[in-house]
């Protein structure tokens, strides 16, 4: 279970919009709209494996699939292809959150910050975000997308894969983006998760449906009802949230 959480962040955001990206091109290559399966050799058209550019590569192992997030500029255009918001509708996500100006939120798996204009945007210049994500690299492309768009509220941390390493009733908000599913231990994450909300706050996870074709293999996707059982569990009200999202579910877990 630890090797699933080693790719806590990153890996998320990468299997769905690779996947997605991998259907865009098949499609065009005249598959009559249908993705054709994706060959593990080689990983073509799903992972994209490049030299080393920079010292101290990042590079992770899971389900026998080795992956580089050093080069965070490549992955960071295909994380923010601006086809994204079509089917990730960020302000639909956002606005389901019921974000108030002043309030603290963090996004967890954050990668590339691709939530953090969004969510920013909602809190106001008296809230503050944090773009949380265990991998280095990640986190100072964060760091170096804050600086460059001024946002004085907005911060990027890197924490451990088995905690988030939260301040004690700190947010009013946290989301999870294309990653729960691979949380270990995702009870007791949760409960941490729980012990960093306010009175009133909530947690939101937004993951792929069982009927998506984009996101990970099926046999490691998580249906609302698991997601909202694992809430209970920890003590968190989990309920699921109507949306558009075509290929997504939103789940929150409430105080």
């Avoid at 955001?13 to 054709?36: F, H, P, Q, V, Y």
């Avoid at 292809?81 to 509708?89: I, N, S, T, V």
């Avoid at 949760?190 to 009133?200: D, E, Q, R, S, Y």
């Avoid at 059982?229 to 949230?241: C, D, T, V």
Wanted: charged share 25%.
């Amino acid at each position: 279970m630890n090797r699933l959480f080693r790719w806590f962040g990153a890996l998320g955001l990468m299997i769905g919009i690779l996947g997605a990206w991998g259907c865009k091109r098949n499609a065009t290559e005249g598959a009559g709209g249908a993705s054709k399966p994706v060959k593990k050799k080689g990983h073509k058209g799903m992972h994209h494996h490049g030299k080393d550019h920079h010292k101290g590569d990042v590079k992770y192992k899971h389900h026998d699939m080795q992956h580089d997030f050093s080069d965070v500029k490549r992955y960071a255009k295909i994380f923010d292809d601006p086809a994204r918001k079509a089917w990730q509708k960020p302000e639909e996500v956002v606005t389901k959150m019921q974000i108030k100006p002043g309030m603290a939120v963090a996004d967890i798996g954050a990668g590339t910050g691709y939530f953090l204009p969004f969510l920013q945007s909602a809190v106001g210049e008296k809230g503050s975000v944090e773009g949380l994500d265990i991998n280095g690299p990640m986190v100072q492309h964060m760091k170096e997308r804050i600086q460059k768009a001024g946002w004085s509220q907005v911060k990027a941390r890197q924490v451990k894969m088995d905690d988030p390493q939260l301040q004690a009733a700190s947010l009013d908000r946290v989301l999870i983006v294309n990653t729960w599913h691979h949380v270990a231990n995702r009870v007791e994450y949760a409960k941490k998760l729980k012990a960093g909300l306010k009175p009133g706050g909530a947690v939101y996870i937004v993951d792929f449906t069982m009927e998506a074709k984009r996101g990970p293999n099926k046999k490691h996707r998580l249906e609302p009802q698991q997601v909202i059982k694992e809430f209970a569990e920890a003590g968190l009200k989990g309920r699921l949230i109507p949306s558009s999202l075509p290929d997504q579910y939103i789940v929150e877990g409430a105080l």
